[in-house]
């Protein structure tokens, strides 16, 4: 409690706390809800992360904020003796999830997908979950997406024994042929980088918010694909989307390729279980 008040008095809220408790859903961060008389916060908290970690999520906010509604950053914290950090956001009341809704989560990614750059990359490196996502500017897509996305979660594959000779085998086949599955000049949009359906919800109000975001600049074809990877999203969101940006049929073809990047991810962070959807998508490219 005391550390909480600590934190109000910095951010000018003297007010008393009404109510404070846990918010389920994050599998990384202690989440927390905490209400004044003035205002109501979402607390995200985590004891063992670098001190950049909740700014680069404030910045990937920042720089969605152009297209979509996201929490409103009010404060993000870093404890050096305990290694606590902290990040204060605007509380968001959920709505119910509709086709409405749906049709609004589509066409806002659309527009977020409008937003273009000249190279793919970022202006810092940043997360992807607890891993470290390299994001140093880059005029070659495949170059790109090769050594700082499926390089980095190899390296920490075979750090941690999950890639056995074979499955290491096919995924360094793979990365040694992009070229004949990935364009190698797609435009660059600005991604939110990772799209699945719990980073996003419709506000009790109707509008499409997003939240917990990995941005990036890069081929806006990886963030369909992980909206597709675990599901969560209705036609009528696909149909949104594609009224603003038409998807390619070649998509189908390179889409695993762009998910594999995902389960590489999910791999390190929650074991084996996702070694057999792995192999699925090495075999159908190798």
């Known amino acids: 409690m005391t550390h909480l008040l600590e934190a109000l008095r910095e951010l000018g809220d003297r007010t008393c706390i009404r109510e404070i408790k846990a918010v389920s859903g994050g599998s990384i961060n202690q989440v927390t809800y905490v209400e004044t008389d003035i205002n109501k916060y979402i607390v995200k908290a985590h004891t063992s992360m670098p001190e950049n970690f909740f700014i680069q999520e404030a910045m990937g906010l920042s720089a ?26 605007e509380w968001i009341p959920a709505g119910v999830r509709s086709e409405k809704g749906e049709e609004e989560l589509g066409r806002k990614l659309g527009l977020l997908h409008q937003t273009t750059h000249a190279a793919f990359g970022f202006v810092e490196d940043n997360y992807l979950g607890i891993y470290p996502q390299p994001n140093a500017w880059s005029d070659d897509w495949i170059s790109f997406f090769r050594d700082k996305r499926l390089q980095i ?98 998509y189908n073809d390179r889409k695993g390729i762009y998910q594999l990047y995902y389960l590489l991810v999910y791999l390190n962070y929650f074991g084996e279980s996702y070694g057999e959807e792995i192999d699925k998508v090495l075999g159908k490219y190798i």
């Open 153 to 250: 979660q190899k390296e920490i594959a075979l750090e941690k024994g999950y890639l056995c000779a074979d499955r290491l085998h096919k995924l360094e086949k793979l990365m040694d042929r992009l070229e004949d599955f990935l364009p190698a000049k797609p435009i660059s949009s600005l991604l939110h980088g990772d799209m699945w359906s719990g980073n996003t919800f419709i506000s009790s109000t109707g509008e499409a918010v997003f939240i917990d975001p990995s941005v990036n600049y890069g081929d806006r074809e990886v963030d369909i694909a992980m909206t597709e990877l675990f599901g969560g999203f209705s036609p009528r969101f696909y149909q949104a989307y594609e009224e603003i940006n038409p998807i390619e049929i070649e």
């Open 64 to 89: 969605l904020s152009c297209c979509v509604r996201v929490p409103k950053v009010f404060s993000y914290q870093f404890d050096e003796a305990t290694g606590v950090g902290n990040l204060w956001l």
